[in-house]
């Protein structure tokens, strides 16, 4: 579903992804682990096509596509979506008119047709169960005022409403309490489905004992330095990623 | 420094065109004219050279050759209780009530345009909500300009009793497209004890025009008004809004929206006097800039000696969607007593970048997230007034106005 090969991406000349790989399967869960600064937003916000990020090098393909070759909107309307580790407020734009617009965006572009807004309605109402998102959040503007968890939540809701193909979700763990973090995981494990995909990118293991992944990866100054199964993300919570910087190669330097 | 010079000499003699009307009405409103003619003559057109004209240069309407129209506001609504109308149908008990509230809270003095408009007074629009009245329908009022070189002097008196409950709609638009009309309009309006008042001015004149403008309110004890001034049309703009809380409790919010593109401009004062304590006064006034435009906010609060709690917050968050507009943002805070709470804060930004990338990390197309955003922006003043059908209508004026904003850049 996703390949990235060889990725490299810098920001203002810095370069930050070092040459990533990567490949993701439908129906596999990913989790990408590292310190911070290690780079593991930048990839998932290069996935995503923030343009303040330059590829310098290599390529990302997704459902045979050159996923660099398209706008964002264009790559979220292909079934790909970005929980954001700080999700944007937008004051005076509405919750529900906003993801409607969002999934009538997909749909026309899939050639389904446009939902009219009883059938949204009856949507939204569905996945609010699933994620227990404050049914008053839905008609305030997006984020306004939302509290770090009603956020993140939101994130997970939108991601329901919008069921996408490949969701990366960026550290959508950080400011969430653990009953918070239980109710975002089980939204997460109602998503996954045999040909879908998902890829955690997080800090902590903790909710990787939520959402439970095939592939641990390690990404360490730009590049993945250790893969492996679950079992990785456990080593690295009793060993620290210390232990990981101490078996880069490469030279010492790392970012803060 | 440059010398000091007076304003050029202007196309139209603004003092003469007040003989022509001079003699029509009852003695009292010609010798109100005949004073307000004095005043112009002391004060003069103001040139940018003056503090309150730095960033306006009204050499368009100086240059501009007018001929005095008469005032034909269309008024409608109210409801029982409420009597509106213009002042040549106003019964003797009306007539009264304008005798002596007339032109005593929109002092001319310092304001040339002012005095112009009432030494050209023809025509005035009235609204009296006697005490206790709770007007069941909002009061509309229409202004609409004359030919293309006419010069317009609508002026309207709002009279709210003790307790009295009522929005106000007052518009201002013209049928000539081409525009080259001039209004100087004046509002007046009084709240007595605990009225709750609403006026909402809309500014829709035809693009190539001047207008003029001028609201001066004064709010009685436990009174609450709430403003909105949307300005939305006319080559060159001047709004200046004023309220003085005078009495314990009083409380008024100003909101403001201006909506700017090619080369308008759009210049908005407000001036809020803090007479005495408790009171409470909130402003946000809101710009969106486009093209060459260019606009100026000066809000000026006066705390009065005494007022103690004052309580007063003045925002004016600028939106500019091209490189080359400019905007004038200068809040000025006059505080003249110790234990008070006053905050101001302007901002000028382009649209937000996390913000557009968000919408199209959704799959929004990047001029759709930009359409929205600016929507959003204007939607905080929108969504407080409360008469929807004028809401909706807003709304869709103000979208149909919004440039295809270059979001792709996101």
Excluded at chain 1, 98 to 117: I, P, S, T, V
Excluded at chain 2, 186 to 207: H, L, N, S
Aim: proline residues 5%; negative net charge; hydrophobic residues 40%.
């Amino acid at each position: 579903m996703l390949s990235v090969k060889n990725l490299k991406a810098s920001i203002d000349g810095t370069e930050i992804l070092k040459g990533i790989n990567l490949d993701v399967k439908a129906g596999e869960v990913h989790a990408i682990m590292g310190p911070n600064g290690s780079g593991k937003s930048t990839l998932a916000q290069v996935i995503a096509g923030r343009d303040t990020y330059e590829v310098t090098e290599g390529s990302v393909t997704y459902m045979g596509k050159d996923l660099l070759e398209l706008p964002p909107e264009e790559r979220a309307r292909e079934g790909i979506f970005l929980a954001f580790q700080y999700p944007v407020e937008i004051p005076g734009v509405n919750n529900t008119y906003f993801l409607k617009a969002a999934l009538n965006a997909a749909r026309k572009h899939q050639g389904l047709e446009e939902l009219d807004a009883m059938d949204f309605l009856m949507l939204v109402r569905e996945k609010m169960k699933i994620i227990q998102l404050d049914e008053e959040l839905l008609h305030r503007p997006v984020n306004a005022g939302f509290s770090g968890g009603e956020k993140k939540r939101n994130e997970i809701f939108q991601m329901a409403v919008l069921d996408p193909k490949l969701a990366v979700l960026d550290e959508t763990d950080s400011g969430l309490d653990i009953d918070a973090l239980r109710t975002v995981a089980e939204g997460v494990n109602s998503l996954r489905g045999k040909d879908k995909a998902i890829v955690v990118v997080t800090h902590y293991q903790r909710l990787l004992e939520h959402i439970v992944p095939d592939y641990v990866h390690v990404l360490a100054d730009g590049r993945v330095v250790r893969s492996g199964g679950r079992e990785l993300a456990l080593e690295l919570e009793k060993e620290g990623y210390s232990w990981v910087e101490q078996q880069t190669a490469g030279p010492a330097e790392t970012r803060g | 420094m440059s010398r000091i010079t007076a304003a050029p000499p202007a196309a139209t003699d603004f003092e003469a065109l007040h003989l022509r009307i001079v003699g029509e009405g009852p003695d009292w409103i010609r010798e109100f004219r005949t004073n307000a003619r004095s005043r112009f003559v002391l004060e003069g057109l103001p040139h940018h050279r003056m503090e309150a004209w730095r960033n306006t240069n009204i050499a368009p309407i100086v240059a501009g050759l007018f001929e005095p129209a008469c005032s034909t506001p269309e008024i409608s609504g109210g409801g029982e209780g409420v009597w509106t109308g213009r002042l040549s149908q106003a019964p003797e008990k009306i007539l009264a009530l304008v005798r002596n509230n007339l032109g005593s809270l929109a002092d001319a003095e310092g304001h040339p345009f002012t005095a112009l408009n009432g030494s050209l007074l023809n025509e005035i629009t009235l609204v009296v909500l006697p005490e206790g009245c709770a007007a069941g329908e909002p009061v509309t009022i229409g202004h609409t300009a004359g030919p293309g070189n006419s010069l317009n002097v609508p002026r309207t008196l709002i009279l709210a009793g003790e307790r009295a409950i009522g929005t106000i709609i007052e518009t201002f638009e013209g049928t000539e497209t081409e525009g080259g009309y001039f209004t100087s309009a004046v509002t007046e309006i009084f709240c007595g004890k605990d009225t709750d008042v609403k006026y909402c001015r809309v500014q829709r004149e035809a693009p190539g025009s001047f207008h003029i403008g001028r609201v001066q309110a004064r709010v009685e004890q436990g009174g609450r008004l709430h403003t909105a001034g949307i300005a939305l049309g006319a080559a060159l703009d001047r709004e200046d809004a004023g309220v003085i809380l005078a009495g314990e409790g009083a409380s008024c919010e100003m909101d403001g929206l201006f909506l700017t593109d090619e080369s308008r401009h759009v210049d908005n004062r407000t001036r809020i006097v803090h007479a005495v304590p408790n009171c409470r006064s909130r402003q946000v006034y809101k710009g969106i800039l486009s093209d060459r435009s260019t606009a100026v906010f000066v809000g000026r609060v006066i705390v009065r000696p005494g007022a103690q709690h004052t309580d007063a917050d003045q925002s004016n968050p600028n939106l500019l969607l091209s490189d080359d507009t400019t905007v004038y943002t200068r809040p000025q805070l006059e505080i003249y007593a110790d234990d008070v709470r006053c905050t101001h804060g302007a901002t000028v930004g382009q649209l937000d970048a996390d913000a557009l990338f968000y919408l199209r990390s959704r799959g929004i197309d990047p001029d759709e997230a930009g359409r929205l955003l600016v929507k959003g922006f204007a939607g905080e003043i929108l969504d407080r007034i409360e008469v929807p059908s004028l809401r909706t209508q807003l709304e869709s004026e103000v979208a149909g106005k919004l440039p295809v904003t270059s979001g792709s850049e996101g």
